[in-house]
């Protein structure tokens, strides 16, 4: 056995994996004496691990230790079912953490070694509309935007595939390093091929989940599902961290042939998962736990990841947690566009989050995780105020909401080794640079994470073990036929005019009922300046 690095762990979903991988290998990457944000199992927190080295072979972590004593004996893994043995790296030699002479030194001192973080809710696509729909609505979004607007015939495939991958690129460069993508711009085969093409392209570990809807273009769900099966069997996703699934919201609204249609697709197709839109609420958009569970369809063998779940009940709560499904909880977008969360917090346990809509505000799931603490914060301080009462405590922890950006979007996704750092666990690790005036003085990393930092201290990210991001700067995937610069030229180009198209469309009207007994109505708008009133 000389000369194999074994790992053997035995991940929640009962699996064994056994990794076999050559020990002298190109991919050693050596992160030195830095402050790591770990997880402990037992008491199911972020452990802090200080001075701490972490050495990563290919795509994993291959053994975290103290830098002050590598010679001793190597952090022991927490991934469920890891076994002390697990973490010994060379087998011939017990004693300590032998490094690869070929492996790359990397200097972290000083600096916050966390999980990548884990954007449970994305529409990639868009990246073209960035900015202009700054005070949209979702009723706006809806017929203006969305995946049923003018879009399925303005937007050609280049657009898209442009859209996609930075979209990506803005994703990494703050990082993010897993995106669970609800890919609705599948309006054709070629502009679903682009889309997965970008995806794979950008070098992010993704779900990509087709979207079966019924857009009247010609290509109908009948042909988008043969569509799906053709684009499941390219050879290339073998080699790529893009995993195929399905999204649909058609299980509340649908005919019932098509319904099952996609619930037998799904069941029989090997998917990674499958994410629906649920809000409920006057929302309507009922892909409830609960519907999902009246056809038989919630307890599945690939995970299913409820976006939003806004007015989700105790009922959906309870079914999700016998389940062991989860909600993408999406904040800014929760906020910006009007859809709310009121018993979101609730169901926290069986929660991920997500960015959702990114040309509308920040794609970033640090901020993602501070609004939604803070905003989980002032409901509930709220309840106890209005008592009249004081409150003696804080409702929500900075490590719930780290756990939230981290690794609850991989047990979200059912995969214990993704977002988290653990050896055996997947290398997507992002470096925070700890000096920056924002960051300077800090105790607790989680705390300066997700209070203090911003995306400009994202100094290094690494996804799958590549570098993603190195010194601050993108670093693209290998075989990408074009330069950074010609990918923001071909993009400003499809922005602008895409954007122009928009700025030429009338604003919808939005008179009468949005559902059958669920009129319009106006919000009041309140202004900066007194007097005038112009509302914008
Ligand atoms: C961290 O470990 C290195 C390597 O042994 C050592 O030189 C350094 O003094 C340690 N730093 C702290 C803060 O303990
Ligand atoms: C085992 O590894 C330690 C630390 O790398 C090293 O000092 C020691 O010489 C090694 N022992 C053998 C028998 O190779
Ligand atoms: C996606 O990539 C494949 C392989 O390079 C290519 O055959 C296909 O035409 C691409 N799709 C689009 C829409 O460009
Ligand atoms: C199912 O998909 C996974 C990757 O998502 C793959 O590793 C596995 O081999 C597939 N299983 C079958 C039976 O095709
Ligand atoms: C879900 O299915 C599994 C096996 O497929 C079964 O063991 C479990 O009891 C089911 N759970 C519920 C809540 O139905
Ligand atoms: C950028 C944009 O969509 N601005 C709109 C904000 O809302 C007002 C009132 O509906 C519109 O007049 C603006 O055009
Ligand atoms: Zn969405």
């Known amino acids: 056995m000389k000369g194999r690095l074994y790992h053997r762990f035995l991940s929640a979903a009962s699996l064994v994996h056994i990794f076999l991988v050559p020990f002298i290998s190109a991919g050693s990457i050596l992160l030195e ?8 199992d037992a008491s199911q927190t972020p452990k802090v691990l200080r001075n701490t080295s972490i050495l990563i072979t290919d795509d994993r972590i291959a053994a975290i230790f103290d830098s002050s004593n590598p010679s001793g004996v190597p952090i022991p893994s927490d991934i469920e079912g890891v076994s002390v043995q697990a973490a010994i790296f060379d087998s011939s030699n017990t004693s300590g953490v032998s490094i690869p002479t070929d492996t790359e030194r990397v200097s972290v001192r000083g600096k916050i070694i966390s999980p990548g973080f884990i954007d449970t809710h994305k529409h990639g696509w868009q990246t073209a509309y960035k900015t202009i729909a700054s005070n949209t609505t979702l009723a706006e979004y809806v017929v203006r935007y969305g995946e049923f607007s003018q879009a399925e015939t303005v937007f050609t495939s280049e657009d ?62 009948e042909d988008q599902i043969e569509n799906f099966k053709e684009l499941k069997k390219d050879e290339r996703l073998e080699e ?22 996609v619930m037998d697709l799904a069941k029989i197709s090997n998917i990674s998962a499958l994410t629906t839109h649920y809000l409920g609420g006057p929302w309507f ?58 018993t979101t917090p609730f169901i926290q346990d069986q929660a991920a989050l997500g960015v959702d809509t990114h040309f509308t505000y920040s794609a970033d799931i640090v901020t993602q995780a501070r609004l939604w603490l803070q905003s989980t914060r002032l409901e509930f301080f709220r309840q106890t105020l209005n008592r009249w009462r004081i409150p003696r405590n804080s409702p929500m922890s900075v490590n719930q909401a780290f756990l939230l950006a981290t690794r609850a979007g991989g047990l979200a996704l059912r995969r214990p080794d993704v977002g988290v750092i653990q050896v055996g666990a997947k290398a997507d690790i992002v470096v925070f640079d700890g000096s920056s005036p924002n960051m300077l003085g800090w105790v607790d990393p989680v705390a300066a994470v997700i209070l203090h930092s911003n995306v400009g201290d994202v100094e290094h990210v690494l996804v799958n073990g590549e570098w993603r991001k190195k010194d601050r700067q993108l670093v693209l995937k290998d075989g990408l036929n074009m330069t950074r610069d010609e990918v923001e030229e071909k993009f400003l180009e499809s922005a602008k005019r895409i954007q122009e198209v928009w700025m030429q469309t009338p604003l919808p009207e939005l008179e009468g009922e949005f559902q059958p007994g669920v009129p319009y109505a106006d919000a009041d708008v309140e202004d900066v300046v007194r007097g005038i009133g112009t509302g914008y």
């Open 33 to 40: 004496e830095g402050t790591v944000i770990s997880f402990d």
């Open 285 to 342: 958009f009922a892909n409830s736990p609960k519907l999902l569970h009246d056809l038989d369809f919630l307890n599945t063998s690939f995970p299913i990841v409820f976006s939003h779940s806004s007015f989700i009940t105790p009922e959906d709560a309870s079914l999700l947690r016998q389940t062991n499904q989860y909600i993408s909880t999406t904040p800014e977008s929760k906020m910006h566009s009007g859809q709310d969360h009121p």
């Open 240 to 261: 790529s961290t893009v995993e195929v699934g399905i999204a649909y919201d058609g299980f509340s609204t649908a005919a019932k042939e098509e319904v099952q249609s």
């Open 160 to 221: 898209i595939y442009l859209g996609q991958l930075v979209g990506i690129y803005e994703a990494l460069n703050a990082g993010v390093t897993s995106i669970l993508e609800h890919a609705h711009s599948t309006f054709s085969r070629e502009k679903a091929s682009a889309s997965l093409n970008a995806s794979m392209d950008g070098g992010v570990r993704m779900w990509w989940c087709y979207t079966f809807h019924d857009i009247s273009n010609g290509f109908s769900v």
